[in-house]
């Protein structure tokens, strides 16, 4: 038995990777990162609720195309977290359909109650929840349950510079790239223009771009640094879940383990602290309503992210982690796997490439929709739709507002106090960072 908590969570990780089938792992040669997000209930057991292995995004010319049926992010730690967002949706789906059923993960209120519903978690009733509002989101992560993140690779982006530099044949500063032509006539928008992948590495807290290859076609997608960074702010839950799952202190990472080889607390300490003068969030100060705004519909509060070694003497069993820079054999595998493991349904494995699921064109439409994995934004979009059309009559404001949404930008700005106040935090948290532009063009269509 491992004795610390984050031992014990690097192990349950590893042994569920260890167990998945072959088709989920990379081929000789190949390396691949691996992020687990565990759950800890109130009896101090830990439950694996979502896995995934990926280091692949597409382009943004890919995006129109993309009708919510290819993801556009599958790194790890991405993936991971849409799959959690699943497994949080499985769980509000049983304690609707299922009078039986007893959570140990998330509380139920309904409206004109103000009370615990859900014959889940009864230490505490529901945090922050107005019982008479229609507009407020009927659940909540139970007060005891705790997540916890471990991942085999620092996050790309800023966290990951240092180890990026270290693998430099010549680590002298590159010179910065000249600012484009068509710079904008706006004087007051002095942000810089985004840099790519691991280029410039001399350019530290700021906002980086994937893919890191620089023959890559280009992209939107942020770092995992950066959609971490957020999630210290508008917790673990997304635009779909936040529509009924109301955040509260249990819905932020609570750990974030990774490899003694793989921490550096210079690197992590920038990216994710507003600690001045090298905390890039340290301008923050700016925005005080982005982390102060409280009331009973609502909590978005920043919540420190703070990466934890391994001990150096944990024996990690995963055989594909990043090589050194000297290995020249091994390359980044093209596969994605996924695997949400919810305890009253059979388990969830996909493996993925180019953001749909394996033996699928990413462009086909011969086969409708069966290409989309269960974590894309359509699929999820078809189940937040079982789950609202479930909800008693007491909460016909949710149910008419996702039924009448007939696009998906339209759902994401749904007019409901939660899912306003996330975008609120989201935009003035984005604001603060430095070089943050919008991934758009897979948002106009419907189901």
């Known amino acids: 038995m491992s004795n610390t908590l984050e031992e014990q969570i690097a192990t349950l990780a590893l042994k569920t990777f260890n167990s998945l089938p072959a088709k989920c792992k990379p081929r000789t ?41 290819i993801l556009h992010d599958c790194h790890s730690e991405i993936l991971a977290l849409r799959g959690l967002n699943h497994f949080l949706l499985q769980d509000a789906h049983h304690i609707l359909a ?31 929840c107005n019982g008479d509002d229609p507009d407020t989101p009927p659940f909540t992560l139970a007060p005891s349950t705790s997540i916890h993140l471990f991942s085999t690779e620092p996050p790309c982006g800023d966290a990951s510079m240092e180890f990026i530099i270290s693998a430099q044949q010549d680590p002298t500063p590159w010179s910065p790239p000249p600012p484009p032509l068509n710079t904008h006539s706006n004087k007051e928008n002095t942000t810089p223009t985004p840099l790519p992948g691991r280029s410039y590495f001399s ?25 971490l960074t957020l999630k210290q702010f508008t917790s673990v839950l997304s635009s779909i879940s936040s529509i009924i799952i109301r955040p509260n202190e249990s819905a932020y990472l609570k750990t974030f383990t990774v490899p003694f080889e793989k921490y550096n607390h210079e690197g992590y300490t920038r990216a994710f602290t507003t600690t001045p003068p090298n905390g890039r969030l340290s ?3 700016l925005f005080p309503e982005t982390v102060t705004e409280e009331d009973n519909h609502h909590s978005y509060i920043f919540h420190p992210l703070t990466p934890t070694p391994l001990p150096q003497s944990f024996p990690l069993t995963y055989k594909y982690s990043k090589p050194p820079p000297q290995d ?27 953001g749909v699921k394996q033996g699928n064109a990413q462009l086909s439409t011969a086969r409708g929709d069966k290409k ?14 079982q789950i609202v059309d479930l909800l008693p009559e007491n909460h ?13 930008l339209e759902l994401k700005a749904i007019d409901i106090r939660n899912t306003q106040s996330r975008i609120n935090t989201k935009n003035l948290v984005t604001c603060a960072l430095s070089g943050w532009e919008r991934n758009i063009g897979d948002d106009n269509w419907g189901i």
């Open 396 to 408: 016909q404001s949710t149910k008419r507002k996702v039924g009448n949404s007939s696009k998906y």
């Open 372 to 385: 989309g994995s269960v974590v894309c934004r359509k699929r999820m979009w078809l189940f937040l739709r």
């Open 328 to 354: 020249t054999t091994t390359k980044a595998s093209n596969i994605s796997a996924l695997y949400i493991n919810h305890p009253k349904t059979s388990p969830i494995t996909e493996v993925l490439i180019s």
């Open 98 to 128: 299922d009078p039986d059923y007893t959570s140990q993960y998330l509380t139920y209120t309904t409206i004109g109650s103000g009370s615990n519903h859900n014959r889940g978690d009864n230490t505490s009733n529901t945090i922050g």
């Open 203 to 227: 350019s530290l807290s700021i906002v980086r771009r994937k893919p890191s290859r620089p023959d890559a076609p280009a992209t939107l997608s942020k770092s995992c640094t950066d959609k």
């Open 283 to 285: 301008n923050l100060s």
């Open 29 to 69: 040669q190949e390396w691949i990162p691996m992020t687990a997000i565990i759950l800890q209930t109130s009896n101090g057991e830990l439950h694996l609720a979502s896995l995934a292995t990926g280091s692949k995004c597409i382009p943004s010319t890919t995006l129109p195309k993309a009708t919510g049926l």
